[in-house]
């Protein structure tokens, strides 16, 4: 195989999403092969042979969903990136109105991180700044609309005030305005 094919290759599965889902797999592959471990048939969900209900259910994913997925009981095992809106849920904090029943069993180091810019030419120095001086501002944020970048802004902007008006002409920009209330 040619080195450019072998690079392509080793880059298509070293994708996050693809990481993730392999992890849940591998776990799951795991379970399903120890003598000790009676259920072995498999949606991402386990069950013994020959009964109706599944036992287990796995749910991989970047966005907070797992959370939900968790703390609803559709699902008993789940991977989310980044770990931080676990914690808000376990404390029932942000945009979880109750504590939500679930634990962190691992955290895999991740250096996700936000940074918010502007252009100096603006004055601005804070969140704060641009909702008491009503700047206008477009914004650009990486990932779809379920990742969990955008519940971080979200929470982020509520706590100082604003909100994102997304405006879908523009792609993956929206605009920053006051919260009403």
Same mark, same amino acid.
Do not use: C
């Given at each position: $195989? &040619? ?8 880059? =298509?599965?070293? =994708? *996050?999403? /693809? ?16 003598? #000790? +471990? ?7 969900? /386990? =069950?013994?042979? #020959? ?16 959370? +939900?997925?968790? %703390?609803?009981?559709?699902? #008993?095992? &789940?991977?989310?990136? *980044? ?5 808000? &849920? ?8 109750? *504590?939500? *029943?679930?634990? &962190? ?17 603006? %004055? ?13 501002l477009r914004v650009s $944020? ?18 100082? %005030? ?14 920053? =305005?006051?919260?009403? %209330?």
């Open positions: $195989m &040619a080195e450019k094919q072998k690079i392509q290759r080793a880059t =298509r599965y070293a =994708r *996050p999403v /693809v990481t993730r889902s392999r992890l849940m797999l591998e776990t799951v592959s795991e379970l399903v092969g120890g003598d #000790d +471990w009676p259920y072995k048939q498999t949606l991402v969900q /386990v =069950r013994e042979q #020959d009964t109706a209900e599944w036992f287990l259910s796995f749910f991989a994913s970047d966005s907070p969903e797992g959370i +939900w997925e968790v %703390g609803e009981k559709r699902a #008993d095992f &789940a991977i989310i990136n *980044p770990a931080a809106p676990a914690t808000l &849920a376990f404390r029932g904090t942000g945009p979880f109105k109750k *504590p939500l *029943p679930l634990r &962190a069993i691992t955290v895999i180091p991740s250096l996700d991180r936000i940074g918010f810019a502007v252009s100096k030419r603006t %004055g601005l120095t804070s969140l704060l700044a641009i909702r008491e001086k009503r700047y206008p $944020m990486r990932g779809h609309l379920t990742h969990s970048v955008h519940l971080f802004i979200r929470e982020v902007l509520a706590a100082a %005030g604003l909100t994102l008006e997304e405006n879908r002409p523009m792609g993956r920009r929206g605009a920053l =305005r006051r919260s009403r %209330g």
